[in-house]
Every structure is written in structure tokens, then in C-alpha cells.
């Protein structure tokens, strides 16, 4: 990587810090919204099927998720359910991204 | 309009009926790409390596696949959403669509060609179609010990009009013989094993490995003794290691059988293992870039490639069978989800899901010769699949 690369990606990094401080929730970037929106019909999809409808998982349609706060929702996701082919996001996904997703499937938030 | 427009456009009009008798061609290099975003199906020729059109009104073709009539002509395409398609792959059409149950995940058709059966995850069992018609001949609802439905996984064929498949939630082989359609016996093997994920059956009918996600090791049934019922192999595998998050199930159809040994994946490690065929014991495990979904052999078996689970699927790795070494590591494109080899293997196809493409390999030089653009392709199915037990 050239200096002046490196110079940018610090610089990246130090603004990406100023707009998001830890330990609060902060909405990501609208690029990483398309990806993550991506990651659930594809990724979440090869278990929950690519229209949420279930397959070896159970359907993760709005209806269904109605009973869990998203913040349970998006510690699920992160964990996985341990004993269960439920795999533990974390390591791919952000807590914020995570977030973003649980209110994504409960339809509170879209694509932006 | 001069005299000689009419004469041109009299031509173009007789040229015009002449390209609508187009000429008889086999079907013997034809195949199908699926496009699940859109629920469509490319049409593809492997002679010269171009795309002859798209079909379209699949439904949810997340996780599809097929299996083709043993004519060739015909393919059956398994939807997730329960669809089952007959389509036309000369016509390049649909042929008959129907919608047999809620949730499904693969399917098989019968020796003779005549039956089309299908593993369902909701309601939970197997459904038996009419290869012609798709009118329904038995439906076999697979319930477990415990009186609860299971989803069904990893089914497959076997001579005489049989099929076989593993329970997912019940722990179980069941065997289900179709040859008087109108009363289908059902040969039951339980406690196997927990949770199945998916099984697959050596081409010469012999046998049938099951795959285990709820713990260690293979289930193994030998189809030519069956009454010495299922077996537990490489039950060691992975103990006191930890397994990593498994993203994507990985898959056992298309499997290498490579001379005396069968190469599979192993679930939530960065590794393949390699079998002895003739004592089902481990040989040897063969470290890779990622979490291997789909392992095939090159259909001489010489050479192995292997894709890989989120997030090193821009990956491919090509193994040589002999000596057991990676040989090369290709970069085809991003999210790389299938692997189809040319019936006799001078070529393989790659689709790359996040690129829009499937890239085609030499197999010999493993240097890209082509790319076909696709739009977001996942499973890729040739013909040849026809002929071979078990696909």
C-alpha cells in the first residue's frame, strides 16, 4: 500500500470513530445496509430460505419474530443457538449490524 | 415499396418459416443455471460454452436442484417453496408446474424414469409424482419414534424402483420401495445418529452415507446387506476439537469418489477428509482455505475441487488426488457457489453469485477459457446427471 493509501485509510478509520463511538448503537452506513440485506437473503437464507419462509430453520417472517425485542433478536443472531445448526454471526457481523438486522426482519427498518 | 424490397422482404419471410423447424439436435451438452433471484433457469450448452436463453416462473429457487429424465430432454426442478417443474430443455419451456407441498429440499427419479420423488421439509416426507404428468402416486409422510413429522434430506434412488433418504429431526434411514406404486412399503432404520443433514449413494448402489450435524461421524448403510443395518464410522472425527460456526451446510451430492476413496467435507472444520473406501476407516484429512461445501472429483477422478462457506467463498481449490496436495488456488469471482463439470471433465463450470458470471475452467491448465454472464447464479446442472445412480 502506498503512503499516501495508508495515510486515507487512517484518516478512514479516525472519522469512522468520531461517528460512531463505542457502545452506541449507531445505524450503518446505507452501502452496509445493501450488503447486510444481501447477507440475509443469501447467507440467512440458505437455512431460512431466501423469502424468509423457513427451511432447515424455522421462517423468520415478521409475524414470527413479533414476540422478541431486538435486542433479544439480535443477541440470537451473534450467539447462534448453541446444539442447534443456528451458527454465531459474531466474528461477521457487528453488534450494530446485528441490530440493524433484527429490526430489518421485524420490518422496522429497510434499505436506505 | 420498389420491386426489389418485396423480393428481399419475400426471402427474409421463407428464411423467417425456416428458422422456426430449427434442426434436430441432441441434448447431450445441455444444462441448467439457476438464477434464484429471479426465479429463472439459464439454458446452457457445454459444446461451445454459450447460454441459449433463459426460462422463467421457477418461484424460490433458493437451495434448488433437479434431476433430468433419462431421455435427457426433460429436467424436474425441485423449488424450495415445494414447486416441482418439468421443463423442456430443447424447447427451452415449462412444461407442467406444480405447486406438492410447503417447503421442500430435493429430489430423485426412479430407475425406469417413471417416478419423480421429492423430500419435503414441511409438511415433513416424501411425495411421489408421475415423471409424465406430475400427478401425484404416494405420498409418504415421514414420522419419527416420537410420532412428530421430520424433514427429509439426502435423498437418493436405488435400483428397483426404491428411494432412500435420511429424518433430519427423527435420527433416521428410511427406505421406500415404489415398485407396485399403489402400495409403497417403507423399510425403516432408526436411531442413526442425530440430526442427518444430508446423504448421498455410491453410483454403483452400494452404498449410503449419511451425514451427521448433532454429532461426530457418518452413518453408513450397506445397500447390499442391508439386514447388518446402519453403521457408525469416523465417530472420532473432530473430538475435543473445537468446531467452527458452520455458515452453510455443506453438501454431500456431487461428492468425490476418487478409486478406493471417497473425499467429504467436514462440517465446521477447515478440512477435507479422505476415506478408505474398503474399511471405512479415515486415511488421511487434507487441510483447505475454508469451510469445503461442495467437494467433486473431476469425473476421472485425478483431480478434487472444492468450494468453500462464507466467508472464503471466492475461493476454489483444485487437490491432486494422488499425491494429495492443493494444487492451485483460483479466484473465479466472488461467492462461489457451485461446481459442474463437463460430462467427461475436460472443463468445469464456476458460478460466482456476486460477480453476475460463470466462469468456465481447463481443467488440464487450469486457466479461466470463458465466462458467461449470468445474473446472480447459484446451482449448475448438466445432463449427463441422467445416467448416474444416486444423482
Redesign the interface.
Known amino acids: 500500500m502506498s503512503p499516501s493509501r495508508y495515510g486515507l485509510l487512517v484518516g478512514g478509520l479516525a472519522l469512522f470513530a468520531l461517528v460512531a463511538p463505542p457502545g452506541r448503537a449507531a445505524e450503518p452506513s446505507p452501502a452496509r445496509q445493501a450488503r447486510l440485506a444481501e447477507i440475509v ?3 440467512c ?3 431460512h ?3 424468509r ?4 430453520g424455522p421462517p423468520l417472517l415478521t409475524k414470527n419474530l413479533a414476540g422478541y425485542d431486538d435486542r433479544t433478536l439480535a443477541t440470537v443472531i451473534l450467539d ?1 443457538r448453541p ?1 442447534t ?1 443456528m ?3 459474531r ?2 457481523l457487528s453488534d450494530d449490524d446485528a441490530l440493524w438486522i433484527a429490526r430489518y426482519l421485524k420490518g422496522e427498518t429497510d434499505v436506505r | 415499396m420498389s420491386a426489389s424490397r418485396i423480393v428481399a422482404l419475400a426471402a427474409a419471410l421463407v428464411l423467417g418459416a425456416c428458422a422456426t423447424q430449427p434442426e434436430p439436435r441432441g441434448t447431450g451438452d445441455l444444462g441448467l443455471v439457476v438464477e ?2 429471479d426465479g429463472k433457469l439459464l439454458r446452457v450448452e457445454n459444446s461451445h460454452n454459450t447460454a441459449l436463453g433463459e426460462i422463467g416462473g421457477l418461484g ?1 429457487l ?2 434448488a436442484s433437479m434431476v433430468f429424465s433419462r431421455d435427457e430432454r426433460y429436467a424436474y426442478v425441485f423449488g ?2 415445494g414447486g416441482l417443474t418439468k421443463v423442456d430443455l430443447l424447447e427451452g419451456r415449462i412444461v407442467r408446474r406444480v405447486m406438492q407441498a ?2 421442500s ?1 430435493g429430489g430423485a427419479i426412479s430407475q425406469t424414469g417413471r417416478l419423480v420423488a421429492v423430500a419435503n ?2 409438511p415433513g416426507g416424501i411425495r411421489v409424482f408421475d415423471a409424465d404428468t406430475l400427478d401425484l402416486v404416494a405420498d409418504i409422510p415421514a414420522v419419527g419414534p416420537d410420532g412428530k413429522r421430520s ?1 427429509v434430506v439426502g435423498i437418493a434412488d436405488l435400483p428397483g424402483e426404491r428411494f432412500i433418504y435420511s429424518l ?1 429431526d427423527a435420527g433416521e434411514i428410511d427406505i421406500a420401495d415404489l415398485s407396485d406404486p399403489k402400495a409403497p412399503k417403507v423399510r425403516r432404520f432408526t436411531n442413526i445418529g442425530r ?1 442427518p ?1 444430508d446423504g448421498l449413494v455410491t453410483e454403483d448402489g452400494h452404498w449410503y452415507v449419511a451425514g451427521l ?2 454429532e461426530d461421524g457418518l452413518a453408513l448403510l450397506d445397500l447390499w446387506n442391508p439386514q447388518a443395518g446402519v453403521r457408525r464410522i469416523l465417530d472420532h472425527y473432530g473430538r475435543g476439537e473445537r468446531r467452527l ?5 455443506p453438501h454431500m451430492r456431487g461428492w468425490a469418489v476418487a478409486g478406493d476413496e471417497v473425499w467429504l467435507p467436514a462440517v465446521g472444520h477447515h478440512e477435507i477428509l479422505v476415506i478408505d473406501k474398503r474399511t471405512w476407516t479415515e486415511k488421511t484429512r487434507i487441510p483447505v482455505a475454508g469451510q469445503p461445501v461442495f467437494v467433486v472429483a473431476r469425473p476421472d477422478g485425478r483431480q478434487v475441487w472444492v468450494n468453500f462457506a ?2 472464503d467463498y471466492d475461493k476454489v481449490q483444485v487437490i491432486d488426488v494422488p499425491s494429495k496436495r492443493v494444487v492451485e488456488t483460483l479466484h473465479p469471482g466472488k ?1 462461489v457457489l457451485d461446481i459442474g463439470f463437463t460430462p467427461k471433465g475436460e472443463q468445469v463450470w464456476l458460478s460466482a ?1 456476486d460477480s453476475d458470471w460463470v466462469s468456465i475452467y481447463g481443467t488440464a491448465t487450469l486457466k479461466e477459457v470463458a465466462r458467461l454472464p449470468a445474473h446472480r447464479p447459484s446451482g449448475i446442472f448438466f445432463t449427463d446427471r441422467a445416467h448416474r445412480m444416486g444423482m
Open positions: 437473503a443469501e447467507d437464507g440458505a437455512c430460505g431466501m423469502t419462509k423457513g427451511g432447515l447462534g446444539d445448526p451458527p454465531p454471526w466474528g461477521l | 434464484r433471484a424460490d433458493s437451495h424450495r417453496d410447503g417447503n429440499i421439509y414441511v424433514k433430519f440430526e443433514y450435524f448433532g460456526p458452520v455458515y452453510k451446510m462464507l466467508p461467492a453469485r
